[in-house]
């Protein structure tokens, strides 16, 4: 049945109703008005096309004339927002917000791809003028696309970020920080290293920290592995086994972020079997006050909020066309108990 080529307020239909009769976004339906395309497939734009035809909708070029104008809002799309990490990132972007007197809308992934696209299309249809995400991994085709529209508004990776390069990012300097924590490891003794994470396929951070640990085990300098777990249950199995594999030896399990940190603590007997270590990618105040204080690489967050809302405003704000390019943001070694 075709759709009514008025409302029922005898007024004349606008992106809003489109949008409602195709069923998708009104920024789905803006980006059709304006060719650019990206994944749609040919059935949505042919749909677009009918209901168009069939509600009379014309576009108000005045209206799209004042959407061109700064609104002072940028939008953040968090992967988790329950992560204490992810609450220091928006901080570090607040206080940017602040001195720059832009108002900030905030969404949460709640680490699931298909959320994230949403909040993405939601914040353009708040006519932010710039996002800054904060991805879940598994959406470097959708945020690529995007990023190569013609019309698309600037936009800043933030700790996770894609190749090729087609927008700015921020993140840590992950093979530095790794670097760093190894040696310290080497300086104590240690005789193996396991580095500790869940899967990374699609997440650049721990892509970026697994690599570098293979990296020094494969040099010769430490014997060891990488454990990769997806539950705790697996987890709890895995270092059973890993214990038990390296009676014996002087060994550090190194976590790749706080989540796993706390999962090896929920895990590990207490009090840890004599020769064993920790280490992690953790915020220093959490890690120092954690039992008898775990060794850490302190990503600086609230550093790496403020340079990506910084970098971001010099696009929107500042006439900023300087070429694409991601900022490593140096950690910081945290040497307490758990390594000495």
């Given at each position: 049945m075709?759709v009514?080529s008025?409302t029922?307020?005898?007024?004349q ?5 489109v949008?409602a ?7 789905t339906?803006?980006r ?10 040919d059935?949505t734009?042919?749909r677009i096309?009918?209901?168009?035809d069939?509600?009379g ?5 005045m209206a799209?004339g004042?959407k061109?104008?700064v ?6 799309t968090i ?5 204490p990490?992810s609450s ?6 607040q206080q940017?917000?602040?001195e ?9 992934s709640n680490?699931?791809?298909?959320l994230e696209?949403a909040n993405i ?5 708040a006519?932010?003028?710039g ?6 991994g598994?959406?470097?085709d959708w ?7 013609e019309?698309?508004k600037p936009?800043v990776l ?5 190749r090729?390069?087609?927008c700015?990012?921020?993140q ?7 670097s760093?924590?190894m040696a310290?490891l ?6 193996a290293v396991v580095?500790?994470?869940?899967p990374?396929?699609?997440?650049s951070?721990?892509?970026a920290r697994?690599e570098?640990?293979?990296?020094f ?5 430490f014997?060891?592995e ?10 709890r199995?895995?270092?059973a086994?890993l214990?038990?594999?390296y009676?014996g030896d ?5 976590a ?5 940190m706390?999962?090896?603590l929920?895990?590990?007997?207490q009090p840890?079997p ?5 280490c992690?990618f ?5 890690a120092?006050?954690c039992?008898f204080?775990?060794t850490c690489?302190?990503q600086r967050?609230i550093e790496?909020?403020r340079v990506?809302a910084?970098?971001?405003m010099?696009?929107?704000?500042d006439g900023?066309?300087?070429p694409?390019?991601?900022?490593d ?6 040497i307490?108990d758990?390594?000495?």
């Amino acid at each position: 049945m075709g759709v009514m080529s008025r409302t029922k307020t005898n007024r004349q239909p606008s992106m809003g109703d489109v949008a409602a009769a195709v069923g998708v976004s009104k920024t789905t339906i803006s980006r059709y008005l304006h060719g650019n395309f990206g994944y749609m497939s040919d059935e949505t734009k042919a749909r677009i096309a009918q209901v168009i035809d069939e509600l009379g909708y014309r576009p108000n070029r005045m209206a799209q004339g004042l959407k061109a104008t700064v609104s002072h809002m940028i939008g953040v799309t968090i992967a988790d927002i329950g992560n204490p990490f992810s609450s220091l990132l928006l901080k570090g972007i607040q206080q940017v917000c602040r001195e720059r007197d832009v108002q900030l809308l905030v969404s949460d992934s709640n680490n699931q791809g298909a959320l994230e696209r949403a909040n993405i299309e939601s914040l353009l249809d708040a006519q932010v003028d710039g996002l800054i995400v904060n991805t879940v991994g598994g959406n470097d085709d959708w945020l690529s696309s995007y990023c190569l529209e013609e019309t698309h508004k600037p936009v800043v990776l933030l700790d996770r970020i894609i190749r090729p390069t087609v927008c700015d990012g921020v993140q840590t300097a992950n093979v530095q920080a790794v670097s760093e924590m190894m040696a310290h490891l080497e300086s104590q003794g240690f005789d193996a290293v396991v580095f500790v994470t869940r899967p990374t396929e699609g997440v650049s951070t721990r892509t970026a920290r697994r690599e570098a640990v293979e990296s020094f085990l494969g040099a010769g300098r430490f014997h060891g592995e990488i454990s990769v777990y997806e539950t705790v249950d697996g987890l709890r199995e895995m270092m059973a086994a890993l214990l038990a594999r390296y009676r014996g030896d002087r060994v550090c399990l190194f976590a790749n972020n706080e989540e796993t940190m706390r999962d090896l603590l929920g895990t590990l007997p207490q009090p840890l079997p004599e020769g064993i270590g920790l280490c992690a990618f953790a915020e220093e105040l959490w890690a120092r006050y954690c039992g008898f204080g775990i060794t850490c690489l302190d990503q600086r967050p609230i550093e790496m909020g403020r340079v990506a809302a910084e970098t971001l405003m010099a696009r929107v704000y500042d006439g900023s066309d300087s070429p694409y390019a991601v900022v490593d943001v140096p950690a910081r070694l945290c040497i307490f108990d758990s390594t000495r």
